[in-house]
């Protein structure tokens, strides 16, 4: 088949490397100019841990990645209150957990599929019309073309979902936080291997020191309405200023930073909830599909889950329609369920309250011993699925 994929994420490539495998023609077409490097750090574990190992990038990903030793809350003067240590995560997943740059995930799946698929960077979707036999898929810029299959893989605001389904906020679940995150090329305090938190009641800031001698800033705060975003980065940087005015710990040096930080994120936490993922021949992959939010903080091991499945599926149907189908009913129950899951970590993440900060350096204190963390971790760290061994190559 000739399968054009849109998005050249997670999702996207993970697919393409699949469909590959089993001998099919495979288009990419992402909006960004190159693959987008940097961003914020994605913790990697489970089913699509595995993935990455049957792919062989896992290695790669080891080198890229970071061993957290500690998840660490401070107070106002940035003293220890209590913490996670790094081995909690460990012992819940034998050991099979890491962090990583999202930047450096999507970059190796990207580098296993560019010399064998078509990549058209700068480019994306203008309209989509389908048949029964095809799409016709004109573009921004590169000529129309038709395909056998359309896989949306834009994440959370992705234009195939919009083109083929209708508008987002049909499938859009806002979790009443929102959160940003930069890149602070010369931050002075440095902790190796943890991540620092520190709260005040609705709002958190956090960092992460990175090997090049740049640190990550996370800011994360509660928002019931859900203050529209600024597109330009100035109105951003307002917006962080003004919801993090006079917090204390090293906030105001973090918002100093955000001047010269690169790679700023800003978005509402939110999530994708769709009856179904595929229209005729569009389907849909990845955030795009079944976001789960941030939160849930396994969105990039799900997506590669999705992408397996979805390959070994059109592998093994005897038509389109059939092999969508099956990957819909295999995995929406499972899916639903980490979504549902991640609902009520916002307020871990935010408590709104001074007796909630205090209940969650407590609650942080008991997660070092064993088992206490695999009752707490063990449900959502565990991917309770069984994937079939699907056949590669082509057939
Ligand atoms: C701050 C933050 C922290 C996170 N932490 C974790 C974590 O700890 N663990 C974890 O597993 N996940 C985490 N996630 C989620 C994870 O990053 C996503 O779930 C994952 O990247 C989803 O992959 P995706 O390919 O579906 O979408 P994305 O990775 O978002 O990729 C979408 C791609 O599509 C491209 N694109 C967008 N629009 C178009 C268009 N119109 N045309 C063409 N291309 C387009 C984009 O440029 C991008 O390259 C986190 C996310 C955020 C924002």
Same mark, same amino acid.
């Given at each position: 088949?000739?399968? +054009?994929?849109?998005?050249? =994420?997670?999702?996207?490539?993970? +697919?393409?490397?699949?469909?590959?495998?089993?001998?099919?023609?495979?288009?990419?077409?992402? !909006? *960004?100019?190159?693959?987008?490097?940097?961003?914020?750090?994605?913790?990697?574990?489970?089913?699509?841990?595995?993935?990455?190992?049957?792919?062989?990038i896992l290695p790669r990903? +080891?080198?890229?990645?970071?061993?957290?030793?500690?998840?660490?809350?401070?107070?106002?003067?940035?003293? $220890?209150?209590? =913490?996670? $240590?790094?081995?909690?995560?460990?012992?819940?997943?034998?050991?099979? /957990?890491?962090?990583?740059? $999202?930047?450096?995930?999507? +970059?190796?799946?990207?580098d296993v599929v560019k010399d064998r698929a078509r990549m058209q960077f700068a480019d994306s979707i203008a309209a989509i019309r389908q048949d029964a036999q095809g799409v016709d898929v004109t573009f921004e810029h590169a000529p129309s073309r038709r395909f056998d299959l359309v896989v949306g893989c834009e994440g959370l605001h992705s234009r195939t979902r919009d083109l083929a389904f209708g508008p987002r906020e049909a499938f859009e679940r806002y979790l009443?936080?929102?959160?940003?995150?930069?890149?602070?090329?010369?931050?002075?305090?440095?902790?190796?291997? *943890?991540?620092?938190?520190?709260?005040?009641?609705?709002?958190?800031a956090a960092r992460f020191t990175l090997r090049d001698g740049t640190s990550l800033a996370l800011f994360l705060w509660r928002d019931a309405e859900g203050e529209p975003i600024p597109h330009e980065e100035a109105?951003?940087?307002?917006?962080?200023?003004?919801?993090?005015?006079?917090?204390?710990?090293?906030?105001?040096?973090?918002?100093?930073?955000?001047? =010269?930080?690169r790679d700023l994120y800003l978005d509402r936490i939110a999530q994708i909830r769709m009856d179904r993922w595929h229209k005729g021949r569009v389907a849909l992959l990845g955030d795009a599909a079944f976001g789960p939010s941030f939160l849930a903080g396994q969105g990039a091991a799900l997506a590669m889950i999705g992408a397996y499945v979805l390959a070994g599926e059109l592998r093994r149907a005897e038509t389109v329609e059939a092999a969508l189908s099956a990957y819909h009913a295999r995995l929406a129950g499972?899916?639903?369920?980490?979504?549902?899951?991640?609902?009520?970590?916002? $307020?871990? /993440?935010?408590?709104?309250?001074?007796?909630?900060? !205090? /209940?969650?350096? *407590?609650?942080?204190?008991?997660?070092?011993?064993?088992?206490?963390?695999?009752?707490?971790? =063990?449900?959502?760290?565990?991917?309770?699925i069984d994937l079939p061994d699907y056949p590669t190559g082509a057939g």
């Open positions: 088949m000739d399968v +054009l994929i849109s998005g050249a =994420g997670v999702a996207g490539p993970c +697919l393409a490397w699949w469909l590959l495998e089993n001998g099919h023609r495979v288009t990419i077409v992402e !909006r *960004a100019a190159s693959p987008r490097t940097g961003g914020y750090i994605v913790d990697f574990w489970g089913q699509g841990y595995d993935i990455a190992e049957r792919m062989g990903l +080891l080198d890229a990645g970071y061993r957290l030793d500690e998840l660490r809350l401070v107070d106002a003067d940035g003293q $220890r209150q209590s =913490g996670v $240590r790094g081995k909690a995560f460990l012992s819940v997943t034998d050991g099979r /957990f890491i962090s990583l740059p $999202r930047g450096e995930l999507s +970059l190796a799946l990207v009443g936080y929102q959160f940003a995150a930069w890149i602070m090329p010369d931050y002075p305090h440095r902790d190796e291997d *943890a991540y620092l938190a520190y709260g005040e009641p609705g709002r958190t109105g951003q940087r307002a917006l962080l200023r003004r919801r993090f005015a006079g917090m204390a710990w090293e906030a105001a040096e973090m918002l100093a930073a955000l001047d =010269g930080a499972f899916m639903k369920a980490k979504q549902d899951a991640a609902l009520p970590i916002g $307020r871990a /993440f935010v408590p709104e309250t001074p007796f909630g900060i !205090r /209940f969650r350096a *407590a609650v942080g204190r008991l997660m070092n011993v064993g088992w206490i963390a695999k009752a707490a971790f =063990g449900r959502t760290l565990t991917d309770r």
